[in-house]
């Protein structure tokens, strides 16, 4: 089994770790950012790290009305330029800890006294010796290039952070049960690897979502392009109408995150769209509206595909 691979499994017990582990330095950084009376999250981050800023972008707007801004490095590192920060708290997200841009950031923002915080795998990292505050992923060693459980369990301290920092702890319940649902969506594994052989030759597809899953959407693309060489682009369901659905055509792979909540409505217009131009839809969803839909649409000689992650028993 690849390192990768036990990494994947790894992930519940990571998740349910790092946060029972960080859950006294999470307190003390929310309430560091009450006391500094923070206006503004300013996040730097790179890669699969920025996905994780990407939903913390979501979380910290839509829960606390706090606006956030993610760091353009090269500002700080080729340019020099002195970008006022004050009231904000700045963030650096890096699995290994050793992201020199993010670092340097960090480093210039603690040195005129701004709030400085990172989430990282390694306490004896730059990045962790260089923040105020370091928030431990507690991952255990990443052997795989491809981030896994060092990104869920940045997720995980995320959530985590929004939850403290809000006024509605009601919103980390399903943070508790989290670590458990991973599991059983770990447990169709063999399921899963039954319907890789339809796409194993795919050389191109889109990976469509909207809000919140957004982050989830962009990882997936850059998981499917570096592990499996595929093509594999990531779209806002709302800029992918916009334009780019014009490359969809009979047998175009499209992977569609369409969960319930705020994007579901829209998300069920995107799916009806690029199945009607003939998509293959490999469809990911908790919404009995959505799988009914897509099977309706199946029986109607339309699209070509829907996978239920939570019915192994559903075609794909």
Known sequence: ??????????????????LAAEAAQVEKLAAAARDRK?????????GTSDHAAILAKYLFEIELGLPVCLAAPSVFTLYK???RLDRAMVLGISQSGEAADANEILKQARDRGILTACVTNH??????????????CHAGEERSLPATKTYTTSLALLYRLAVAMGSRPELGTALVGAASAMQVTLNLDAVISGWVERYRFMEECVVLARGVNQATALETALKLTETSYVRAHSWSGADFMHGPIAAVDEGYPCILYLLKGRAHAP???????????????????DSDVALEE????????????????????TRC
């Open 123 to 136: 306490d004896r990292s730059t990045m962790a010796l260089t923040a105020e505050y370091p928030l431990l």
């Open 81 to 83: 330029a002195p970008v």
């Open 38 to 46: 923070i206006e503004l999250l300013f996040i730097a981050a790179r």
């Open 267 to 285: 998300m069920l217009e995107l799916m009806r769209a690029v199945a009607e131009r003939g998509a293959e839809c490999l469809l990911i969803s």
């Open 1 to 18: 089994m690849s390192w990768m691979r036990q990494e994947i499994n790894q992930q519940p017990e990571a998740v349910a770790r790092a």
């Open 294 to 313: 897509m099977e309706k649409l199946l029986s109607q000689g339309v699209g070509d595909d829907a996978c239920d992650f939570r019915h192994p028993s």
